[in-house]
């Protein structure tokens, strides 16, 4: 056991592990190796907490990356190339095309008019609360970083808080649908906040004067694409699947499903948006009746075939963001503070939008409501993920400590939303 420690490490340890093979492969496939070991492993010691599993591979991540540039050089190595980081992206495209998978546009529609007032609220409140702590304890912040973290409170991980509701036995309870349903159109506008910032960001790094005018064109060009993307798309899709199922060949149905989303990413490149915002496009549109003809002969349905791929690669991109994060960062006082700050409004202004639920109709737990949409979860790390990649005069819109505050306000709210619905929902008796 103590040998194979040690030549583990040493090939960890040692770069020229990488440089002395001609495969380019081999130090990736090791890469992997140990963040995927390290992101099961951590994700289940989540679980038996009680911590949904995404929190465990962030953590995971964060735990390699201390190891990485304490006494692993080539692990934060690995953290920082291209080809990790690819991966990571598709794993993304991925994660936000099951989510899409998992609802439809007549599902956001049957939720109606309180879904889209909770959503709206708990977009514009936490988005207006993080700017301003962000005004108050980064004030030395461009206005564009200041409004990028402010964008990054605006979303909510339906993953999540969908897994509290059904371990309470309150997945059909009148708050989980307000919530699920508040969260995907949450979702929707929060992406369309991150082109409008983004863009914003863009613009203003290719040295563009940006107007009002400027920032609504990109608002429109991202509402033009969602809809006419999934007008188009209700259309298209039918015929596409129609075709595949014809195909003699195996796996016709996820090849066709992954073209779908891949195709679409692109198209919304080319909007100028982020490629996530095609992606969860192409799942939104697609429902089983589109692909019934390969069910109906006994093959899986398409969520079924993209959860096995998408769970081997959106952990990469969990356990790297975590491995991004310098934990060293958060020992400066007002980085602590900023996270803890940011951690506050995201609370605050999920609560806020808790209460603008209707009173009348259907009785709800408004507070309920507001906590069912705190977590920030894996859509706060890829907000913060973007805001990596974007600069302003060739400094990046995101530095490390903000990113790292960033990071800590996504565990708090994470770590924090579980037991507050237990504690809610053990207070208020379920409505019929």
């Not at 770069?15 to 090791?30: C, W």
């Not at 920082?80 to 794993?91: F, K, T």
């Not at 009148?174 to 949450?186: F, H, Q, S, Y």
């Not at 859509?379 to 505050?405: C, H, K, M, T």
Request: include cysteine; charge should be neutral.
């Amino acid at each position: 056991m103590r040998r194979l420690v040690f030549v583990v490490s040493l090939a960890l340890a040692e770069p020229a592990y990488a440089a002395g093979h001609a495969d380019p492969v081999a130090p990736v496939a090791f890469a992997l190796a140990i963040i995927l070991a390290a992101a099961k492993i951590f994700g289940h010691l989540a679980e038996v907490v009680g911590q949904p599993a995404v929190l465990g591979e962030l953590i995971a991540g964060i735990v390699l990356g201390v190891a990485g540039r304490s006494f692993l050089p080539s692990l934060d190595q690995a953290a920082r190339s291209p080809e990790l980081s690819l991966l990571a992206s598709l794993g993304v495209l991925l994660l936000l095309f099951e989510v899409g998978l998992e609802s439809t546009v007549p599902q956001m529609l049957k939720v109606g008019w309180p879904a889209l007032r909770v959503a709206v609220a708990g977009v514009i409140a936490p988005t207006v609360l993080g700017v301003a702590v962000a005004v108050l304890l980064v004030p030395e912040a461009s206005l564009y970083t200041k409004a990028f973290i402010g964008a990054t409170l605006c979303a909510t991980s339906v993953g999540i808080t969908a897994r509290v509701l059904k371990d309470l036995g309150r997945g059909q309870s009148n708050e989980a649908r307000l919530i699920l349903g508040a969260a995907v159109i949450d979702d929707v506008l929060g992406l369309i906040i991150l082109a409008v910032v983004a863009g914003a960001i863009t613009a203003a790094g290719n040295g563009e004067t940006l107007a009002l005018s400027s920032v609504a064109l990109i608002a429109l060009k991202a509402f033009l694409f969602l809809g006419g993307a999934l007008w188009i798309g209700v259309l298209v899709a039918p015929r596409l699947f129609e075709g595949a199922s014809r195909l003699r060949s195996r796996g016709a149905l996820l090849a066709t499903g992954l073209a779908f989303c891949f195709f679409l990413a692109w198209l919304g490149s080319l909007f100028g948006l982020a490629p996530i915002i095609g992606a969860f496009a192409a799942g939104l549109i697609l429902e089983e009746v589109h692909y019934r003809d390969f069910v109906q002969r006994g093959e899986h349905g398409l969520e079924h075939l993209v959860h096995p791929i998408a769970g081997f690669l959106a952990p990469v991109f969990f356990v790297q963001m975590g491995m991004l994060t310098d934990v060293s960062r958060l020992l400066d006082t007002r980085v602590a503070i900023l996270g803890l700050g940011l951690a506050v409004a995201s609370l605050i202004g999920k609560a806020v939008a808790g209460y603008a639920a209707p009173r009348r109709g259907v009785p709800v737990d408004r507070l309920a409501v507001g906590l069912g949409m705190a977590p920030r979860g894996e859509v706060g790390l890829i907000f913060a993920n973007i805001g990596l990649g974007l600069s302003i005069a060739g400094q990046p819109v995101l530095d490390a400590r903000l990113y790292s505050a960033i990071v800590m306000m996504v565990i708090l709210t994470t770590l924090v939303t579980p037991p507050a619905l237990k504690w809610r929902f053990g207070a208020v008796p379920q409505a019929t």
